[in-house]
């Protein structure tokens, strides 16, 4: 699977969007991009996932630039509930095992204030 | 129901004790998976069990055992563990051929070996 690259902080005001970048220069054509973010504690939640269109779902919004290399989550709203450790993981989304392991990186610790 | 649920929450244990973790989930799904998460760190993957068959091992210590005795129930047998397991292990699960393959994760077992 491809390696990501993510800052390792960002902050957010309260009710603003946060943006947050994944640079994966050498993704492969058969590989998708996905977040997962980890709350203080938790396991990993899966929020949105996307090839080469932008993706939006109740959670967030994916955009993924044209040559694929980088793409941004964005949270359109910020909450204090949204500070957590954003993973940007790039694997392929159908396995001949049929399993799907992650591998996480270092991910962004996006902190939101109020 | 789209919980993945582990037992116990927080387990201490000595060296020379025999324990074990337990995942369960009801959602159909055939790939189940556990992680390993040290304290400030992203999870790595241990193990993946396929159709309840051990499917990966990531040169997992012995001292660590898997099981999957059906298809809703992950467990982790631990024996003779060092102080440097004490970690976060993380079960999570995932459809076999699913459209997003998106991961379930449970809330995790703190483990503290003594």
């Known amino acids: 699977d491809a390696k990501t690259t993510q800052p390792p902080s960002m902050d957010c005001a309260e009710g603003r969007a946060a943006n947050l970048p994944c640079n994966h220069s050498t993704i492969s054509g058969n590989e998708y991009v996905y977040w997962y973010r980890q709350i203080h504690s938790q396991g990993p939640q899966y929020i949105i996932h996307g090839l080469k269109n932008n993706e939006t779902n109740e959670m967030a919004s994916l955009i993924i630039t044209e040559d694929r290399k980088s793409s941004t989550l964005i949270l359109p709203h910020a909450t204090l509930r949204d500070t957590a450790v954003y993973y940007c993981i790039v694997r392929v989304a159908y396995s001949g095992a049929g399993s799907y392991q992650l591998t996480f990186g270092k991910g962004t610790k996006l902190s939101v204030i109020p | 129901d789209t919980e993945v649920t582990q037992t116990p929450k927080h387990l201490v244990m000595g060296m020379t004790n025999k324990k074990s973790l337990k995942c369960e989930q009801h959602?159909?799904?055939?790939?189940m998976y556990w992680y390993k998460q040290k304290a400030k760190k992203p999870p790595e993957l241990m193990f993946v069990?396929?159709?309840?068959?051990?499917?990966i091992n990531e040169s997992v210590p012995s001292r660590f055992s898997p099981e999957c005795p059906n298809s809703s129930l992950l467990n982790l047998h631990l024996h003779a563990l060092q102080p440097e397991d004490s970690a976060l292990y993380l079960c999570?699960?995932?459809?076999?051929?699913?459209?997003?393959?998106?991961?379930?994760f449970g809330p995790g077992t703190r483990l503290t070996v003594l």
């Open positions: 959602m159909g799904h055939r790939a």
């Open positions: 999570a699960s995932s459809q076999f051929n699913g459209i997003s393959n998106e991961q379930f």
């Open positions: 069990y396929s159709y309840e068959k051990l499917s």
